[in-house]
């Protein structure tokens, strides 16, 4: 037998070096991206909507630029709303999702967002005295009644003339017509019968007008609230929708909830990833403890990437998380595998982790390749919550690859090349009777 | 746990048809539910409204309904879910208005101090995503058979996909026995299950391709049955390994991961094990059923070449 060479100890320092670095580079800002990462409504509570938009008249047509055009106006809404970051998204072609995570307030919130704010003037027989095409652009505000105190909303008039000559006309009729109702939303088919004896009207307010009104300004009074009015003159600034919105799913947590089931999921994380982690321990042994290592770095990773690219964790993204820690595992398990094979074979420790790295490598790379694709079609074809996951598999994957491949290739390599594993296969789980000769 | 590939007597491929006949039997069956009794679909494919109300202590159906009579709402139906009973979980099909969401979900605040949480959906949404989610996966077939095909062999890429479906109609069809709520997380596992599913397929044949390149000459069923078999346990630690890693992953998330996940770890948990089986008993063994008519076929046409030159010469 020849002589054993000698141990290279500045290889293990290097691993050690390495390790203490990647160490202090987690610990020190993991937190920092964990927090950054946005959290979905299941997780943290909050409501998201998703409407389906037609045109309000039958000549327009819906497109990309009209879409824009709604989902800034429904931004300038949820503006009024205060809302922090709000999540509104086009999906298809006539679809807007809109999620807001931390509202409590959902009817507010819904009703803010899809009505179309499009104040019309009208007398008792539903013809049209005045639009919002005839009132200055952003001049709605909230105000108080004069003589009551009440909380009343302000416009005004474009033209004073043109206010003028409606009140003289409203004002000449009988009483009981001579009525300018104020509508929000009008739509064809409404009437003022109707409508004015519905509890939740689309008449915002009904005056009597019983002398020309010669001011630009008219009085919106409607049993508001101070905040009700607030808001409405603000929806009223914001702008009128250019589409219609009807509600097709709705989906709403409450904010206990979401953080109780994001616990549990993350306990359950904990848990899974320790079973993992101990398995790996005693069935590899060594390995099993630099797997333990690149493990950690995928974990991490996968955050970091998830809050470069500004993803929302949702529970199912969570899960998939965790399973993808399982799937980073089989990188290693598949190279460990061939390693032991070829410690088996009787080959020595470093020749068998190079024939063994060389070897594993294609298989994970046909089995990886092969699930991108699939991933890569999913995305590509699917829909917004398979998209998602599409991109949770992807990003796991790779993640897993540069860990598992190439940081454990790199970790392991250092010590096996030291040298100090030589002639110790039971290291690595291998048992000396198991060894052929060569 | 070793399996010392000289002197393992495992073989794998002289059950093969047990275990086609087992799978079929029991994939007969599942889709016989199917047809039959069908999927408990969620509210993410159905009209109407659920409201989860969480309750701090235990709760009973009678409770919760007794509550929403309060307000004159009759729920069409009533489950209870959480660790003590403490969810219950109020249905309404058709659906409900805003109005009525607000007034219920105020209600149940003052009454547990949780606002509940509701989801209310035209089955349009759910349908399309899992029609969506359909179409990909058979688009990503055809691509897995060409990227294969090119990479290995057509054979491997038609196993690999029969692997697939098989693992994928497995946990419908558990899930059409067992009455599990399908909902849209349980599409993200069977999706899940999909790439898991190729992955261990791939892995197994890899080694099978690799095998195949030390033999000398394949003549037919004997050489390709001790080329699967030797694969096979070559690959089978690695199997094992794997499923029971990733197995621990999802196993936590059923018991521990809460009663939104648990649809979905089941998914996982019936799809892990159906992956790990078909690729260990269905993929390679439908690969070497194939592989021998293939090379049967091109004998005899190499037969019928020779017979058609000879009344030439």
Known sequence: MKKRKKVKKSFIIAFFAIVIALGTLISTNVMAHVNNINLGLDLQGGFEVLYEVEPIDSESEINRELLSATVSALNARIDVLGVSEPNISIEGDNRIRVQLAGVTDQETARELLSTEARLSFRDVNDEVKMDGGDLVEGGARQNFHPDTNQPIVEVTVEDSSLFEEVTREISNRPLGENILAIWLDYEEGDTYEEEIMKEDSKIVSAPQVSHVISSRDVMIEGNFTTEEAGDLAGILNAGALPVELTEIQADSVGASLGERSMEMAINAGIVGIALIFAYMLVYYRFMGFISLLTLTGYIYLVLVVFDWMNAVLTLPGIAALILGVGMAVDANIITFERIKDELRSGKSMMSAFRAGSRRSLSTILDANITTILAAGVLFYFGTSAVQGFAVMLIVSILASFITSVFGARLLLGLWVNSRILNKRPRMFGVKEREISEL | ?313
Do not use: C
């Open chain 2, 1 to 313: 746990m070793n399996f010392e590939h000289g002197n393992t007597k495992l073989d794998f491929v002289k059950h093969r048809n047990k275990f086609f006949a087992l799978s079929s039997v029991f994939l007969l069956f599942g889709l016989i539910m199917l047809s039959t009794v069908g999927l408990n679909l969620g509210i993410d494919f159905k009209s109407g409204t659920t409201i989860d109300i969480m309750a701090d202590e235990t709760v009973t159906a009678d409770e919760v309904r007794g509550h929403f009579e309060e307000i004159g709402y009759t729920p069409d139906d009533v489950t209870l879910a959480g660790e003590n009973n403490n969810i219950g979980r109020a249905s309404f099909i058709g659906g409900l208005d805003q109005q009525e969401t607000l007034e219920i979900q105020n209600h149940f605040d003052d009454v547990y101090g949780s606002m509940p949480n509701v989801s209310t959906v035209t089955p349009l949404v759910g349908e399309e995503l899992a029609r969506n989610a359909i179409i990909s996966v058979l688009i990503a077939a055809v691509g897995i058979i060409i990227y294969v095909t090119i990479r290995f062999e057509f054979l491997y890429g038609l196993s690999a996909i029969v692997a697939l479906f098989h693992d994928a109609l497995f946990i419908v069809a558990v899930f059409s026995i067992v009455q599990m709520e399908v909902n849209i997380p349980f599409i993200a596992a069977v999706l899940t299950i999909i790439g898991y599913s190729i992955n261990d397929t791939i892995v197994t044949f890899d080694r099978i391709r690799e095998n195949m390149t030390y033999e000398k000459k394949v003549k037919g069923f004997d050489d390709l049955a001790r080329v699967v078999n030797k694969s096979l346990v070559q690959t089978l630690a690695r199997s094992i390994n794997t499923v029971i890693t990733v197995f621990f992953a999802a196993a936590a998330l059923f018991f521990l991961g809460g009663e939104a996940l648990r649809a979905f770890s089941l998914a996982l948990v019936v799809g892990l094990v159906a992956g790990t089986y078909s690729s260990l008993f269905i993929a390679a063994q439908l690969w070497l059923v194939l592989k021998t008519r293939q090379l049967k076929k091109g004998r005899r046409r190499m037969k019928r070449l020779e017979g058609e030159q000879q009344p030439e010469t």
